[in-house]
């Protein structure tokens, strides 16, 4: 049974799920009718962080140019230029026993391509969600829809997974930052 969670509530995963180890990260939208005339294209992005709060190498970042990192700790499962259909538009595959002690949390991200060049942004997005499903099973286990509240953001923290103590948790975030996926970057501590 699936747990819906609302933005900042938090919930065990691996001591709630004893034996879950790989995870799938489902994330889907929708785009409002507007009259911009370009296409949207969202693009989902995993950044692996240490203790303070920072990634610290290209290596702690998957995104649709950068797959997979860590020997497949993080495999992001390829661009869905459209986001067209029903269900996960990408997926982001995690294997907790593969996260590297020294990265403590997992940030979530969805960023719109060329937002600022194609005047787009969130506010024209809606049913937003990502959902947690375990890959043993494909039981989905917890999700988050993240609302109707944006509007001039380009890019979303949906999600966080932090480690605490030997378990892994998860936050459902919903933060949103105007500049895109530059802006996502920098506040990640890379260049």
């Given at each position: 049974m699936?747990?819906?969670?609302?933005?900042?509530?938090?919930?065990?995963?691996t001591?709630?799920?004893?034996?879950?180890?790989?995870?799938?990260?489902?994330?889907?939208?929708d785009?409002?009718r507007?009259?911009?005339g370009?296409?949207?294209?969202?693009?989902?992005?995993?950044?692996?962080?240490?203790?303070?709060?920072?990634?610290?190498?290209?290596a702690?970042?998957?995104?649709?140019?950068?797959?997979?990192?860590?020997?497949?700790?993080v495999?992001?499962?390829?661009?869905?230029?459209t986001?067209?259909?029903?269900?996960?538009?990408?997926?982001?595959?995690?294997?907790?026993?593969?996260?590297?002690?020294?990265?403590?949390?997992?940030?979530?991200?969805?960023?719109?391509?060329?937002?600022?060049?194609?005047?787009?942004?969130?506010?024209?997005?809606?049913?937003?969600?990502v959902?947690?499903?375990?890959e043993?099973?494909?039981?989905?286990?917890?999700?988050?829809?993240?609302?109707e509240?944006?509007?001039v953001?380009?890019?979303?923290?949906?999600?966080?997974?932090?480690?605490?103590?030997?378990d892994?948790?998860?936050?459902?975030?919903?933060?949103?930052?105007?500049?895109g996926?530059?802006?996502?970057?920098?506040?990640?501590?890379?260049s």
């Amino acid at each position: 049974m699936s747990i819906d969670l609302s933005k900042g509530q938090r919930i065990d995963l691996t001591k709630t799920n004893p034996g879950l180890t790989k995870i799938i990260v489902g994330l889907g939208w929708d785009t409002n009718r507007y009259s911009g005339g370009g296409e949207f294209d969202l693009d989902a992005s995993a950044f692996l962080l240490h203790e303070n709060g920072k990634a610290k190498s290209e290596a702690d970042f998957v995104f649709y140019n950068n797959l997979t990192t860590y020997d497949g700790a993080v495999v992001h499962t390829g661009d869905n230029r459209t986001g067209e259909g029903d269900g996960d538009d990408e997926q982001i595959l995690i294997d907790f026993s593969k996260i590297p002690t020294a990265i403590s949390r997992i940030g979530i991200t969805v960023t719109i391509h060329d937002a600022h060049q194609r005047s787009q942004n969130f506010g024209q997005v809606s049913n937003a969600f990502v959902r947690v499903v375990n890959e043993a099973n494909n039981n989905e286990i917890l999700r988050f829809d993240l609302g109707e509240e944006f509007s001039v953001e380009t890019a979303v923290v949906f999600c966080e997974f932090y480690r605490h103590g030997g378990d892994w948790k998860f936050q459902a975030v919903g933060s949103g930052f105007a500049g895109g996926l530059a802006a996502l970057v920098a506040n990640y501590g890379l260049s």
